[in-house]
T-cell receptor, first 117, second 112 residues
Framework: QQQVKQSPQSLIVQKGGISIINCAYE??????FPWYQQFPGKGPALLIA?????SEKKEGRFTISFNKSAKQFSLHIMDSQPGDSATYFC????????????????FGRGTQLTVWP | DAGVIQSPRHEVTEMGQEVTLRCKPI?????LFWYRQTMMRGLELLIY????????DSGMPEDRFSAKMPNASFSTLKIQPSEPRDSAVYFC??????????FGPGTRLTVT
């Protein structure tokens, strides 16, 4: 069972446009929501992360929007650039408290973003 | 810091052979994760360790797969015997407590 559902599977955006990737989860115990970026031939790398006590977090051109009641969160890439072309993964985890799943990341299936120049 | 180190970077082997993948986590990190990535199944968690102790190995696909972490600076993932469907990119990641996971460059395994 997929704990985190991600869409779309692929996305094509023109340079300068806004890229939006959406994720949804079911487990209300999740309290940490990172986004990872992966370039071909490389391992995923943390891009930006949010905790559910805030509704938005912005770092440069990257913004996470978080809707706790809807159990959804999304990544917005403003002024998308060809260098942003990569695969993006959303994830969720339980980062506090106890339990055998503490620290485990549940990943979405990924979104392949292509930004045309 | 050198980051997470994995070896080999590429491995080509014949069906039935034993394959051993190696990982050196970032010094001081207490969590270590093994993932497998394929086009069909995406990123799958195989097993993870906390302070060298396996916590969850429910993602290990079959008894052919085994993982060990004899000390804080080294882990292995072994496949014996290997099969063509094991072909994938295998990633090792480490983290301090339960915060950001740092991924290694991966090992691309091809089983013919």
């Amino acid at each position: 069972q997929q704990q985190v559902k991600q869409s779309p599977q692929s996305l094509i955006v023109q340079k300068g446009g806004i890229s939006i990737i959406n994720c949804a989860y079911e487990n209300t115990a999740f309290d940490y929501f990172p986004w990872y970026q992966q370039f071909p031939g490389k391992g995923p790398a943390l891009l930006i992360a949010i905790r559910p006590d805030v509704s938005e977090k912005k770092e440069g051109r990257f913004t996470i929007s978080f809707n706790k009641s809807a159990k959804q969160f999304s990544l917005h890439i403003m002024d998308s650039q060809p260098g942003d072309s990569a695969t993006y993964f959303c994830a969720a985890s339980i980062s506090r408290g106890r339990g055998s799943t503490l620290g485990r990341l549940y990943f979405g299936r990924g979104t392949q973003l292509t930004v045309w120049p | 810091d050198a980051g997470v180190i994995q070896s080999p970077r590429h491995e080509v082997t014949e069906m039935g052979q034993e394959v051993t993948l190696r990982c050196k986590p970032i010094s001081g990190h207490d969590y270590l994760f093994w993932y497998r990535q394929t086009m069909m199944r995406g990123l799958e968690l195989l097993i993870y360790f906390n302070n060298n102790v396996p916590i969850d190995d429910s993602g290990m696909p079959e008894d052919r797969f085994s993982a060990k972490m004899p000390n804080a600076s080294f882990s292995t993932l072994k496949i014996q015997p290997s099969e063509p469907r094991d072909s994938a990119v295998y990633f090792c990641a480490s983290s301090l407590r339960n915060y950001e996971q740092y991924f290694g460059p991966g090992t691309r395994l091809t089983v013919t």
